[in-house]
């Protein structure tokens, strides 16, 4: 069981960090986060873009699903009526990811998540047939809407350029060009929700295979999700990323999370082989991974502090070096949520966000129990 938990946190860990890797980009683009939509500037920051882009963000959501069958499992072990409270956690997802959006980030994923998950929660306890029927019709809606979206890209009836524009100048500023515009940057749940819901099942599914056990059907499991995911996901993700803009959707919606499977095969594989006792980098991602909720907001704060205008604007002072200048913001806001959860973590069992987070979980409970 503490393998097995060990690498979850660590995928959640890597996973956070990885999203980091994609959100940099829209942080460090001297055109504000609307200027992130209109692409790469050459085949070689494509190539670097495509190193994070949309592969971690897949692992979450896979993640997420793991951690939703994790918690199934817990409620029918203790009895309690399932989905019962969990629908309240939800709703919670819903209000922290709607503050995030309109405080922090244009481009939060929580809202969608919180969609994604009230209804796993009504599948997650039905039989692997059922799951499997569900995550197939899932992927066929999603595939079609991939393949709408390419072919509009490719008879010049869409394009990949957002042509957005974020007013950055203060952070008042910036919050009322989101709400101005909340319907334009909320348009990825198109996409998000039925490949979060295909994600979250795969997640589901997974846990039941033992694709985190140290054992021998995890192994097996771990072999074929790598196979699958580097062996054949990472080189049409490297084609449809040269391609041209026409494959963005392909390239981001389809490839990237195959690549994700990849990832998880391959890490918690990793994590597994390590000794039992953590090194240095290992236990800052553990960290990272324990605390992934207020690492996943607290870096697009910090990020966001660091580089626009009504921050210390390092992109107004240091943009024009381009793909530089984002590796090592990526390097320094990375450093600082490593450093930053182990510190929290010694001393606190949850992160600020998720104790805030637990307390409104637990409250109405708490007085539903006194009445």
């Known amino acids: 069981m503490s393998g097995r938990i060990t690498a979850l946190d660590v995928l959640r860990g890597v996973a956070v960090l990885g999203t980091l890797g994609t959100n940099i980009w829209i942080f460090t683009d001297p055109a504000g986060p609307g200027g992130f939509l209109d692409g790469a500037s050459g085949p070689v920051e494509a190539l670097v873009r495509m190193v994070s882009n949309g592969k971690f963000l897949a692992l979450l959501s896979i993640l997420f699903g ?20 969990y629908l309240w956690r939800s709703a919670l997802l819903m209000v922290e990811g709607l503050l995030h959006f309109v405080l922090i980030f244009e481009f939060d994923v929580l809202m969608f998540y919180a969609l994604v998950s009230v209804a796993v929660a009504f599948l997650v306890g039905r039989g692997t047939r059922v799951v499997w029927g569900w995550l197939v019709g899932a992927a066929v809606v999603h595939v079609l809407l991939v393949g709408l979206v390419t072919v509009a890209l490719f008879l010049g009836e869409a394009s990949t350029g957002g042509g957005l524009a974020i007013d950055t100048s203060g952070w008042w500023a910036q919050v009322r060009s989101r709400l101005d515009h909340f319907l334009v940057l909320r348009a990825e749940a198109v996409f998000v929700v039925p490949l979060s819901t295909v994600l979250f099942l ?16 995890g192994r097996r499991v771990r072999r074929r999700l790598t196979g699958w995911g580097l062996g054949v996901g990472l080189p049409l993700n490297v084609l449809t990323t040269l391609a041209g803009g026409e494959w963005f959707a392909v390239d981001r ?27 240095v980098l290992r236990a800052g991602v553990t960290a990272v ?14 990020a966001s502090v660091l ?43 949850r992160g600020p966000v998720e104790a805030v987070w637990n307390w409104a979980y637990r409250a109405p409970q708490r007085r539903s129990a006194v009445v």
């Open 289 to 302: 991974g324990r605390t992934a909720l207020s690492c996943y907001i607290g870096q697009n704060l910090i």
């Open 253 to 279: 919606y389809l490839c990237a999370p195959l690549v994700a499977f990849g990832l998880l095969g391959g890490i918690t594989a990793l994590v597994h082989r390590m000794r039992a006792e953590p090194g």
């Open 66 to 85: 793991i951690g939703l069958a994790v918690q199934h499992r817990s409620a029918v072990r203790r009895g309690q009526r399932w989905p019962g409270w």
């Open 202 to 217: 795969a997640g589901v599914l997974l846990l039941r295979a033992g694709a985190l056990e140290d054992s021998v059907r």
């Open 307 to 349: 580089c626009y205008p009504w921050g210390l604007d390092l992109v107004g002072r240091f943009g024009h070096l381009g793909g530089w200048f984002t590796a090592v913001m990526w390097v320094v806001v990375s450093a600082v949520l490593v450093l930053g959860a182990s510190w929290w973590t010694r001393r606190f069992s």
